[in-house]
């Protein structure tokens, strides 16, 4: 399930992924407070995102989908990450909409 979200200025309907830069995780673990179904964090301290099927994605850059219930929460996840590394971008542009390089 992906998130489908208006997009600024164009009113067209984008897909969103979500990717963490463990090279700049805290391990704070703010973000599985506020999504756990879509963050965790692994046994090195660091957060890292969960598949669809609810699995660990431990490889450099991994994204997986925003769910819309969740769309918020990883949002809030973004804003509230001491280390800046959460990154929520459109799926057709690669465009980050959240995040420390959102435009």
């Known amino acids: ?3 489908q979200q208006d997009a600024p200025g164009d009113g067209a309907t984008q897909d969103l992924e979500v990717w963490i830069d463990q090279d ?3 391990g704070d673990g703010i973000c599985v ?3 756990p179904e879509v963050f965790e964090l692994d046994i090195d ?9 609810d699995e660990l994605l431990q490889d450099k850059g991994a ?3 925003v769910p819309l219930p969740l769309l918020q929460d990883v949002v809030d ?5 001491p280390g800046d590394c959460i990154h929520v971008r459109r799926v057709s ?3 980050e909409v959240y995040g420390p390089d959102a435009e």
Do not use: H, R, W
């Open 93 to 95: 542009d690669s465009v």
């Open 45 to 53: 301290g660091l957060a890292y995102v969960k598949s669809d099927e």
């Open 24 to 26: 700049l995780c805290t």
């Open 77 to 81: 996840s973004a804003k509230e990450c």
């Open 63 to 65: 994204t997986t989908p």
């Open 33 to 35: 407070q506020y999504a």
């Open 1 to 3: 399930m992906t998130v």
